[in-house]
T-cell receptor, first 113, second 113 residues
């Protein structure tokens, strides 16, 4: 079935460090791919997305490229800030009657000053 | 104006009780969802409705019954609550096209004691 696997957390970095959170997916067809972020006590909000192979999504300094050949959508940021501390979810979107989002297990990121 | 609002935000109840969580979206979306987030932050889809019609039911116990009186509302009723039902429940909505953003409510933290 369709699934998303992302790197195990928690991840702890110092401010201004480089961030990579790995995400790979299994899907029939051509899903759209997303990164969502969840700040403490809040719901999920979209961080970035890519709808076809080789597309790059970017927002707030974060980037991810849809790699069909490696079925990956790794999240990167060149210099993280304390305010980036949150839980990050990789997800894919397929049509199963209606749009269905399948999420990875989430990666908790903590940035220390 | 909150795009997706769900009530209550917190719900503490005893085993065996029946409770409801309400969700409303003012985005004009056709598709609404319920997700369950467990203590390890894993997000799993429970139901999806499209224009008031049940589309996805992901092997959820039949103690859980969603109700969609109109396409802007999707309520979740839970009968005979069990300890294992304790989780955060998120309502979300999206347009009915793959690759479109899902908007999430702030979540309802259900604690069964």
């Amino acid at each position: 079935g369709d699934s998303v696997t992302q790197m195990e957390g928690p991840v702890t970095l110092s401010e201004e460090a480089f961030l990579t959170i790995n995400c790979t997916y299994t899907a029939t067809g051509y899903p759209s791919l997303f990164w969502y972020v969840q700040y403490p006590g809040e719901g999920l909000q979209l961080l970035l997305k890519a709808t076809k192979a080789d597309d790059k999504g970017s927002n707030k300094g974060f980037e991810a490229t849809y790699r069909k050949e490696t079925t990956s959508f790794h999240l990167e940021k060149g210099s993280v800030q304390v305010s980036d501390s949150a839980v990050y979810f990789c997800a894919l979107s397929i049509i199963q009657g209606a749009q269905k989002l399948v999420f990875g297990q989430g990666t908790r990121l903590t940035i220390n000053p | 104006d909150t795009a997706v609002s769900q009530t209550p935000k917190y719900l503490v109840t005893q085993m065996g009780n029946d409770k409801s969580i309400k969700c409303e979206q003012n985005l004009g979306h056709d598709t609404m969802y319920w997700y369950k987030q467990d203590s390890k932050k894993f997000l799993k889809i429970m139901f999806s409705y499209n224009n008031k019609e049940l589309i996805i039911n992901e092997t959820v116990p039949n103690r859980f019954s969603p109700k969609s009186p109109d396409k802007a509302h999707l309520n979740l009723h839970i009968n005979s609550l069990e300890l294992g039902d304790s989780a955060v429940y998120f309502c979300a909505s999206s347009q009915d096209r793959v690759g479109t953003e899902a908007f999430f409510g702030q979540g309802t933290r259900l604690t069964v004691v």
